[in-house]
RNA sequence: GCCCCUGUAGCUCAAUGGACAGAGCAGCAGCCUUCUAAGCUGUUGGUUGUGGGUUCGAAUCCCGCCAGGGGCGCCA
């Protein structure tokens, strides 16, 4: 915002430390502590330990020989454009921007670029986010929710931030917990399932379930128990071979089954407005990862064990090192069948050779640690050069109070059941708060303020935090959440809906122009220094992948819009003001509509 | 045994080498004939698990230890 006068005090600095024999590294420059004024600081104590190094410091303490050299590049200064003045505090030099023209400057060029104020310049590579990889023959859960929005928000942002963005999901329709729902389906469920949706999601998580119960060894069973379960896996491992064969009933039944649980994917998926881009599926990379299993068996990057053991490669061996690492990983079972290794090997092999992309960030939980360590090492040994552009995104699971989720002990939390909670909360908090909304509105509000409680929630922790999932917490609608930050959009709203000037198109081309020539009050300038930090919070979160900063942002920009709100009047105010803080306002609106798309929240316009 | 993650206020979390370690919740005290109180203002609360080290400066970087969680040959 202020790079060319930045630059020319940059000049100015360095042109007095070099007259003055002062050895300065580069200067950085922070944001001043917000005091009332908004500007930017450098501190001199790098140069003050280097003269001290030398032995140039006279007996000076650093802290007090920063603060000497501080003062003295201060008063070196001349009047400059844009400032209004400087001052020499505790080894830093501040600069004070002046007030009007860093409102003029950031509410402007908020209004003008809109939707698009904030976004990085395109940046000529290609990122692939893959997330949302539920398994199949499953009900979505809180658990794959936090991985999806997680992955939908970093996805936003990074393209944001400019880079060309494919976001991919890989639902999980193989292996062998697919095929002991279909085995259970098919024994004991053909033709009883539920034709809604949801309800046979559900259902499916009842039947796989049951089915791990009855092929789960039991302690003290009978004879006659133990060649009951012998018999069920006999039964499930021949149901995985024909399907593995290509056997046309089975592939019939798993079609069907298959995409019962795509269904409610997708339904779900829309319900959090995510669009993928590309679809992975298991079972289309089976078939290419048996091709890479041969070559790494012929050029002695495995050894095949079969048929006394599977397809192994010794990667600490391979790679000379005497410390296990990465272990011995099976990239094949002994039956012929591939695991989730192997496919991973295709996966990322289609990733760069079909999408061309530059770099593959893979969302997946960090229990999941070893298993990327060794996919990727594999691919690197295997020759794959592109090894090294894969990333594995680990996110730290999500619990319940109980402990951890479990299909098997039918403890879990799915999605759907929280998504309708939350939207009779909010329905009830309506009918209690804002009882005047039109009935009409009612359902759209409550889908936008549940969903962004939901998702503020799991955004606003840190990626390798794991999270106990407490629902009274995730759809707490006080204070640090989703709501408080749609509320103050939907406070700058009103403001401007009462103000006659029809800015809905956000674009401030209704709004008269202002200077700002009044004197602001300390709300109004933490209000504009929140608007003026955001394009680099958002570069910032995209180079971290980390969504939380952005999630951090947003509320304590919420918060100064909450107390300027309280704080000062906008309609009351004498006619050149009110022009003014109307442009403010709008520009505000627009920072928090663009804030929240990241986290993939959408505020309403009345709440 | 080896590897990974976590440890900050009563609770849930921020702060990734800079100024006094900040929020929310919970608690306490105020603010609605005034632009939406899903809000605002004030206040209580800390030896950043622990011992060293690096640095002008460490919650942050390095080493050791303690505690909790996760992972480690045919689950995904």
Known sequence: MFEKEQQTVEA?????????EITLAEIKWMPIPFSGEWGISTSFFAAAAAAAKAGKSQGVPVPAL?????????????????ISHSEAVKGYLNLYFSTAEVARRVVDSALADGERFGAGSPKQERVMVEYAQPNTHHSFHIGHYRNTILGESLARIVQFAGF????????GDLGLGVITVMWAYEKFYKGREPVDIHERGQWLLKIYAEATNLLAEKEQETPEEKAQ??????????LYRKWDAGDPAVRQLWQETREWSLVELRDILEMMDVKIDVWFYESEVDEPSKKIVDELIARGIASDERPAGPVIVKIDEKLGLSKEKYRVAVILRSDGTTLYLTKDLALAEQKFDEYHVDRSIYVVDNRQSLHFQQAFKILELWGFKQAEKCYHLAYGFVSLPEGAMSARRGRVVLFK??????????????????PGMPESERAGVARKVGMGALAYSMLAVDNNKDIIFDINEALSFDGRTGPYIQNAYVRANSILRKSKVESQKSNGSDLQPSTFSYELTAHEIELIEQMSRFPKIVQQAASEYRPLVVATYVYDLATAFHSFYHAVPVLQSEEAVRAARLRLVAAAKQVLSNALKLLGITAPEVM
């Open 12 to 20: 100015q600095i360095q042109a007095f430390c070099a007259a003055n």
């Open 66 to 82: 920063a603060q000497k050299i501080a003062e003295a590049v201060c008063s070196s200064l001349g009047a400059l454009p844009a």
């Open 164 to 171: 060309e963005t494919i976001r991919a999901s890989y639902p």
């Open 229 to 238: 379960r012998e018999t069920y896996e006999t039964e499930r491992r021949d």
């Open 417 to 434: 059941e929280v998504y309708d909670e939350a939207i009779q909360r909010v329905l009830a908090v309506i009918a209690e708060k804002n």
